[in-house]
């Protein structure tokens, strides 16, 4: 890249789109230069808070400022235009998970950018979460053994605050197997490789999932996630995991203090500490618990970009395997409502 920071657009003003743009703001070497949405009020308050430049539609966004890369805050069901744009004119881009609606969509997205010059990230952020990548650097050493049993859960009260509440049409997005619960698919493809097999249960209603509950087959593990978000609206977004090892309990909670627990016979109970980046963490609108993973996640796109490099860590390849895996859960949930 040439000298200068890395001038980043944001398609999508929504809450990611906000919470994006202040993660941005901390990082160094990276510039937000424009802001699109089709709502001008809402490219035009963030664009202020941001010190860019408004636009009402990603075209002329990327017409009339420079950018280095995009960064794709849009509904599900626009990423993979979004994503054609960017590459057609040699932008790098990183777009929000899921990279597209399903499977087929997510392969047929991959083939057209096969052979770009554009670098293309997804941004699954629990691979880039400090607790996540704590459990999984455990697992690595193993500190306390073999991971004998994994239990995952990511809950949340019903989503009301996207644009015209999109994520709640099934035509638009998957419900929360494919918006929240994909978190944990994805973290355990990562963590443990592909499963030789799954067992999914669900609700289904509206035509999209509001919770799912899947068994993951791995040798020797009894590893399972939970995830929904058809949980009363005063409940907090919780995520969270129980990994058992042989020699020690490993346990996470993003509603507690200390979220990080360890129990080993013999021992107090221990508060392990994650490292963390030195960022202003806070919460947001939508169901966030930080910012600590988002600007992991951020920073480690505009290193790539900057080094000119493939995210091997969270590439096109892993978010369309990703989306093979939830193809596999999805119709063994099918099952079992006939």
Known sequence: ????????????????????????????????????????????????????????????????????????????????EAIYTAARRGVHCIVEKPIAPDAESARRVAGKIAGSKSIVMVAHVIRFWPEYEYLKDAVEAGSWGKLAALALTRVSPRPGWTSNNWILDPKRSGGALLELHIHDSDYLRRLLGEPEGVDSCGVKIGGAWDYVSTNYR?????????????????????????????????????????????????????????????????????????LDGYYNELRYFVDCVEKGIAPERSGVKDAVATMELLQREILSAEQKLH
């Open 1 to 80: 890249m040439s000298a200068g920071p890395i001038r980043i657009g944001i398609a999508g003003a929504g809450f990611m789109g906000q919470t994006h743009a202040t993660c941005y703001g901390m990082i160094p070497g990276a510039q937000v230069v424009g802001i699109s949405d089709v709502r001008p009020e809402q490219a035009a308050k963030l664009a202020q808070a941001a010190d860019a430049r408004p636009f009402d539609t990603l075209d002329h966004l990327l017409d009339q400022t420079r950018v280095d890369a995009l960064d794709i805050c849009l509904p599900t069901d626009l990423h993979e």
């Open 218 to 290: 791995y040798p020797g593990m009894a590893v399972s996630a939970l995830g929904g978000w058809n949980m009363p609206a005063n409940m907090p977004f919780k995520m969270a995991y129980r990994a058992t090892f042989e020699k020690a309990l490993l346990d996470f909670d993003s509603t507690r203090t200390p979220t990080l627990l360890l129990y080993r016979e013999g021992h107090d109970v221990e508060s392990p500490a994650a490292p963390r980046p030195n960022v202003v963490s806070a919460r947001s609108i939508g169901n966030i618990s930080g």
